[in-house]
């Protein structure tokens, strides 16, 4: 990557590339739901059994989902406002979609643990994940705002500053919370992804 | 998700995310399709058998590519419709690509019951997942209509109309055909594609 | 899918939707070279011999990967020539991706057999669907004459037909090659290969 | 591929298809990453033992996730500057994409064995890998100097001259390295990615 042809690059290739990421990323998250096999098929009942015991991958599967869907609209947002793509928000982008390709990995043993003696560990290392990932955002967004549009509308400038101040101490506080207690940290997450769901109140 | 950044976006980066996950689960489906392996590969009699035998993931493998194919397509009528992107429209269309992307999972399900006892779980999910589609269809076909352009094909609206109609009462009537008989349900089911994919009769 | 809607539709989104099947097929072949586990790697020895022995999986990677860089070149210069895509022509291409979404699978399958008794009936299948790709390419080719943009340049379409040519009579013969000889039939399909990525001779 | 067809061929599709490829392949690197299972998931003492014996998959993730990345960011440079897409330089594209497809099975045989005793094979096929990439970026940039568009920025052609002046002797150098201590043939590789991730001194 030499800093003379990165001069005056636009940003649509690095959406492209980045929107490649993210939708592969949320589709592989179905993988993690385990196809029942063996005795699991020999009769209805021991079917809808196993189906029913595997909630944890379903429940992971739904948070990871709209979570990965509101990264990938908040990168939107945040990329519209952006004029040119220089060396450092480059390499600050390859860094969260890093992050962001972790998750299927982490949706698993999420997955894998919440049922189970180990939970707190998969709780602790999915709102790890969270976290890097709200750090991640943060650093994005202080180098992005070196190299905003010269038309960037003031208000949409305000609205991701405000919208980003949430991200860290909201997943650090579930990453927290998961040393006392593995279930108030899940609340804590799908609280979050709601919040990020809802049309934020400030717009008009 | 900031409502002032929301306003005015157009669909283009919407519609290449979700060609993104829509071109990524029709091709994870091959997946599904089982590498004969061990003793089953120590001929050509025993190679052919194994094969033949796995004729549910065949079909599992035609009917999904072709009805994602149909979604796909659908998606794309509806947004050539669509003027601008707001919030209630991203989150509709996240729902969508949320069911679509649960596809492969329902139909490796399907392959793995439709020739053993607990057939009629494996039709009742993999017709559940259309009902949902459909579903989600309608809900975000409702919320574009609100925002549809100026200059949108009135024709094309109605044809939209129409051809929505048939979706929630087709696929649900092949999800309670199942509890009768899973054969009748799947039959809807390939019915209902065979008719998506003929040319409406609507058109010149 | 209605006709109206479809009416006056460009190529761009159809072109976008099969370029993320074409580039998912293409990488998921990598999933088809086994990782050496266990025995194989408690020794310098043991892995080099493991993944000497897994060369069948290098042969088909090589071959389907090329033959699908091919297919790309060869439905992008296809679409270049296309003026509206109708919904016969929406079709033919989605019979086109199900059989290439099929070559990870059918590439696996040769890997499995073709160092092995059921090597046949391995070599049949992947060239099966070769035979039935060129097929794919001729309907849609056949189809795409009929809405070709007035600027078509007549020696592009010419070339095009040409080339399709040589598709199904050469894999085809590769197909029945196979029933005498799985060696021959897989010199025939690595020939084509080979001479589909020649530059033509006819070209200025 | 007719070379008539492949006349005043822009790159915009090429680069589509190409970023498919390079966006998937990093993206499947996180397959890489075993979910623990069975009894390391009876206690969260060894599941935390469990994850901190994966160290080698992280590892691997990291450096191959970045490398990719930077080969994106070389890719998107390269192409920034020519001006039409001919035969030759679509094959030696294609020839790249060959190399990185393979990216997701050299990290994953690094990460299998470099805490044991075949380590030594793995560093060679994972720096051997890198050699080819560096070889294939070559290929195509003495291929791409032909077509340059007319108002390609010579200080930006010279950048690319001088980066990639270092590609073909830092991995073979690796690659060498590995025969006598895989360690430092890791650490060369290591290097190299600062080295690229770094903003090239050259940049104004």
Redesign the interface.
Known sequence: ???????N?SPE?L???S?????????????N?R???GPE????D???GA?GSAWPSYLG??VS??SI??I???H??LF?LVGRVD??L??AN?FL??CV??V??TT??LA??IA???Q???VL?YAGSFVAIAVAFNVLWKRARLVLRADA?P??VE??N??YRLGIPGYLAAFVAAIFSPALSLAIIIGLVIL??L??S???
């Open positions: 990557m030499t800093a003379s042809a990165a001069r690059r290739r959406e492209a590339f929107d490649g990421v993210f939708s592969i990323a949320i589709t592989l998250l179905v993988l739901i196809i029942p096999s098929l020999l009769s209805s021991a079917l809808i189906l599967y739904v989902f709209v869907g509101i990938w609209a908040n939107h947002n519209r060396h450092w480059l390499l390859l979609l890093l390709g972790l299927p990995f698993a043993l894998s643990t189970g003696p180990a707190q560990v998969g290392v509308d208000a949409a609205a991701i405000r919208s990020y769901v049309p934020s400030s717009g008009a």
